[in-house]
C-alpha cells in the first residue's frame, strides 16, 4: 500500500517596495537602480486585494541596503521614517492591521533592523551562499556587501532579537556540489534546533536574460536533487520546499525529501522571477497525485516561539480563519485576479471594473464587440449569462462574502445588440442560512431591460 505524502503550501502576495539595491549579483534579474520606493500610503492598496484573495502572508521584498540611494532617502523622509527600518517596521504594522501576516525579505539585515523588525515581523527570509563567489565574474564579484555579514552570522543575530526566520539556500550560483552538501549539513547542525527557525527553502538558480549569467545553464535535476536529500537530513523536521514553479516542474522531489512549497504567491504572482508563471493550486494538487502527494495549507509561522507573540495575535487569529475556511470548503478559493469577466491580471479576459453602490448593489458598463456575437449583430446568450452570474457573484462578495453560484436562471427579454453599452447590475437579495440570492440585470442606453436573471449562491 502507498502511503499519502503530506505538502503543504502558504498561500502569499508579494509587495516589491523598491528594487533599488546597493549590490549587483551577477544572477538578479530583480534589482534596478532608481526604482522608486512604494510610499506607505499606498500600501493599503496592495494589501487589500491580498486580503481578498484570502492570503494569509504579505511578503515584502525589497533590494539590499536601498537606503543608500539618494532618492530612496529622500522617500523615507518623505514617509517620515528617519531610517529603512523604521519604514519596515511601519509596513509590517499596516499588513497586521490588514490581516496579513507580514515576511520581511530584504537580503541581509542589520542587527538594529532586526532589533526595529522584531515586534511587528512575522518573519524574516534569510538568504545563505555555500561559497563567497567574490573572484572576477563570480555570482558576488560586485555585491560584496552580500558577504559583509554571512547568513551564519545572521542566524546568531536572528536568534539574538527573538526573530523568526526562514532560510533560503541560493544555489547553482557557482558553489561545488561539496560545497552545499557541507553548507547544509554546518548551517543545519548550527540552527536546526533553534526555535525560531521556521522552515527551509532551497532556490536553484535559474537564468534571467540581461544578467551576466544569463548563459549560466540552471542545475541538472539530479544536482537539484542531491541538495534536497542533504537538506532533509540536515533539517529533519522542518518544512522543506523548493519554489513553486520548480515543484511544478519535478514534483518527484517529494520523493527525496521535499515536504512543502513554503511562501507561494499564488494571490500576486512572483515579482522576483515574473518570467516563471505562478501555478494555481489545483494545478499542484493535480501534480502531486503523481506522486502519491497531498496539498494542505499552513501558515508561514511554525514554532511556538514565533506565534506567542502578543503584536501577532490578531493578525494570527484573522490568517487562522481564513485558512480554516479554505479547508472547510474543500475548494482552494483564491482570487488571483485573472477571473475571466473582472481579472485586471487576465490579458484575455474581459477586465470589466465593477463599481460598488451600496452595501447590497454593483454596476459594471461594458460594451460588446463583434466578436461576442451569436447571431448576426446580437450578443450571444451564453456571455451575457456569465456577465449577470459576475455581477450577482459581485454585490455578495461586496458583502464580504465568498461564494460559488450553485444555480443560474436566466430570462432573455429582447436581442442586445453589439456596439451599444451596457448596463450590468447585480442586487443582493438575501439569504437561507449558507445559501444566498440575487437578481441580476442587463439594460441598455436607455435604460431598457434585456435580460434579466435570478441565481442562488453557496457561501464557502
Ligand atoms: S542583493 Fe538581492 S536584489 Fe540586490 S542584486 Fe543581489 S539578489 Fe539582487
Same mark, same amino acid.
Given at each position: 500500500? #502507498? ?17 533599488? %539595491? ?58 517620515? %521614517? ?22 520581511? #525579505? ?35 564579484? $560586485? ?47 548550527? %540552527? ?26 540552471? !542545475? ?32 518527484? !522531489? ?26 494555481? !493550486? ?48 474543500? !475548494? ?29 448593489? %454593483? ?61 450590468? $447590475? ?35
Amino acid at each position: 500500500m #502507498q502511503t499519502t505524502r503530506s505538502v503543504s503550501v502558504v498561500v502569499s502576495g508579494t509587495v516589491v517596495l523598491t528594487r533599488a %539595491c546597493r549590490e549587483a549579483c551577477a544572477y538578479c534579474g530583480f534589482r534596478r537602480d532608481d526604482d522608486p520606493l512604494v510610499p506607505l500610503g499606498r500600501l493599503g492598496d496592495l494589501f487589500s486585494p491580498m486580503t481578498k484573495g484570502r492570503a494569509t502572508e504579505v511578503v515584502l521584498t525589497a533590494g539590499q541596503t536601498p537606503a543608500e540611494r539618494p532618492h530612496v532617502l529622500m522617500a523615507l523622509a518623505r514617509d517620515k %521614517c528617519t531610517s529603512f527600518g523604521e519604514y519596515l517596521h511601519q509596513a509590517c504594522r499596516m499588513a497586521l492591521e490588514h490581516g496579513l501576516l507580514p515576511v520581511v #525579505q530584504v537580503g541581509l539585515l542589520t542587527p538594529l533592523e532586526l532589533k526595529t523588525l522584531a515586534p511587528v515581523a512575522a518573519s524574516v527570509r534569510i538568504p545563505v551562499f555555500a561559497a563567497p563567489l567574490d573572484g572576477e565574474g563570480q555570482a558576488h564579484a $560586485t555585491a560584496r556587501g552580500r558577504l559583509a555579514l554571512t547568513g551564519r552570522e545572521l542566524i546568531e543575530k536572528a536568534h539574538q532579537a527573538g526573530m523568526p526566520y526562514h532560510l533560503d539556500f541560493l544555489i547553482g550560483i557557482g558553489e561545488s556540489p561539496e560545497d552545499r552538501a557541507r553548507m547544509a549539513r554546518e548551517i543545519g547542525a548550527f %540552527c536546526a534546533a533553534d526555535p525560531w527557525l521556521q522552515d527551509v527553502r532551497a532556490v536553484p538558480f535559474q537564468p534571467v536574460p540581461g544578467t551576466p549569467f544569463r548563459a549560466r545553464p540552471p !542545475l541538472p535535476f539530479d544536482e537539484v536533487r542531491a541538495v534536497i536529500v542533504e537538506l532533509a537530513r540536515a533539517f529533519p523536521v522542518h518544512a522543506l520546499s523548493v519554489p513553486i514553479h520548480l515543484f511544478a516542474r519535478y514534483p518527484e !522531489l517529494v520523493g527525496a525529501g521535499l515536504n512543502d512549497l513554503g511562501s507561494t504567491p499564488v494571490v500576486t504572482g512572483d515579482p522576483v522571477m515574473p518570467t516563471f508563471p505562478v501555478p494555481g !493550486l489545483e494545478l499542484v494538487k493535480s501534480r502531486l497525485v503523481e506522486v502519491a502527494g497531498a496539498l494542505h495549507e499552513r501558515l508561514p509561522l511554525t514554532t511556538p516561539a514565533a506565534m506567542n507573540r502578543p503584536a501577532l495575535a490578531e493578525g494570527l487569529t484573522r490568517a487562522r480563519e481564513r485558512l480554516q475556511a479554505r479547508a472547510a470548503s474543500g !475548494l482552494a478559493l483564491l482570487d488571483n485576479r485573472k477571473c475571466f469577466v473582472c481579472g485586471d491580471h487576465n490579458p484575455d479576459g474581459l477586465r470589466i471594473a465593477f463599481q460598488r453602490h451600496d452595501a447590497n448593489t %454593483c454596476t459594471a458598463t461594458w460594451v460588446a464587440g463583434a466578436t461576442f456575437q451569436g447571431y448576426a449583430g446580437i450578443v450571444h446568450g451564453g456571455l451575457l449569462s456569465t456577465l449577470l452570474d459576475e455581477a450577482m457573484a459581485h454585490s455578495l462578495n461586496g458583502a464580504g462574502l465568498q461564494v460559488v453560484t450553485a444555480d443560474l436562471r436566466v430570462r432573455f427579454l429582447r436581442p442586445v445588440p453589439v456596439g451599444l453599452p451596457l448596463t450590468v $447590475t447585480g442586487t443582493r437579495t438575501g439569504n437561507r442560512q449558507r445559501i444566498h440570492f440575487a437578481r441580476g440585470t442587463v439594460t441598455g442606453p436607455d435604460g431598457v431591460l434585456l435580460a434579466e436573471a435570478e441565481g442562488r449562491f453557496a457561501e464557502c
